[in-house]
């Protein structure tokens, strides 16, 4: 069995940070793309950042220069700092992990549970 377990949701105001973090634990050998969605309220959800094993990244358009994803291949975590937060940013938030589970041939796709992010004054 594998878990996402999310951190760092909250409210906040408009031009300021928050940092989410996910830790991917249970029996796994290992894990190829992580990354971070987000689902406003009616909306579906869309790709905010993803990072490859290798440290390579991709962002959406509307939050470069904003946003930094990183991870901790040592740690099985995943980052994502937040900053100069926009009313827009408000949504639901999920990690996403690609996990080779042990004993099981193939890659999986894992979502963590999702945390709130709220922008508002």
């Known amino acids: 069995q594998v878990q996402l377990v999310e951190s760092g949701g909250g409210l906040v105001q408009p031009g300021g940070s928050l940092r989410l973090s996910c830790t991917v634990s249970g029996s796994f050998t290992s894990i190829y793309n992580m990354g971070w969605y987000r689902q406003a309220l009616g909306k579906q959800r869309d790709l905010v950042a993803i990072i490859t094993k290798g440290g390579n990244i991709n962002y959406t358009n509307s939050v470069k220069g904003r946003f930094t994803i990183s991870r901790d291949n040592t740690k099985n975590t995943v980052t994502l700092q937040m900053n100069s937060l926009k009313p827009e940013d408000t949504a639901m938030y999920y990690c996403?992990?690609?996990?080779?589970?042990?004993?099981?041939?193939?890659?999986?796709?894992?979502w963590g549970q999702g945390t709130q992010v709220t922008v508002s004054s």
């Open positions: 996403n992990a690609e996990v080779v589970v042990f004993g099981i041939p193939g890659v999986r796709n894992y």
